[in-house]
């Protein structure tokens, strides 16, 4: 499996984004979906993930109620759609995948996770 996030870019604190990740590769609703940040010298920091069949969301306490994941799994994409955004948001986007064993599984765990896309930076002005 392949992964390419996109969407990021720079926006005012109080902004929103949508950001997105195409997969390649077969089978893609045996993967549950994530995304995770990290901040120039800080370690990785999980943000949410969906299970394979979309039914089951999970977010980080940060992010909860901010951000929404969402998938389409005719095209093969994972969406975040993150708002109210702060500058401490400000990070490096990635999206990763995760085989499970039946499509309503989920992790939040990065050392789960199989694949993981090149990420996209997010930068968020003050």
């Known amino acids: 499996v392949q992964l390419q996030a996109s969407g990021g870019g720079v926006v005012q604190a109080g902004g929103s984004l949508r950001l997105s990740c195409a997969a390649s590769?077969?089978?893609?609703?045996?993967?549950?979906m994530g995304w995770f940040r990290q901040a120039l010298g800080k370690e990785r920091e999980f943000l949410s993930v969906?299970?394979?069949?979309?039914?089951?969301?999970y977010y980080a306490g940060s992010v909860k109620g901010r951000f929404t994941i969402s998938r389409d799994n005719a095209k093969n994409t994972v969406d975040l759609q993150v708002n109210s955004l702060k500058p401490e948001d400000t990070a490096v986007y990635y999206c990763?995948?995760?085989?499970?064993?039946?499509?309503?599984?989920?992790?939040?765990?990065?050392?789960?996770?199989?694949?993981w896309g090149k990420g996209t930076l997010v930068t968020v002005s003050s």
């Open positions: 990763a995948a995760a085989e499970g064993s039946h499509t309503n599984f989920y992790t939040s765990a990065a050392d789960e996770y199989d694949y």
């Open positions: 969906i299970s394979g069949s979309g039914t089951s969301t």
């Open positions: 590769g077969r089978d893609f609703r045996i993967y549950a």
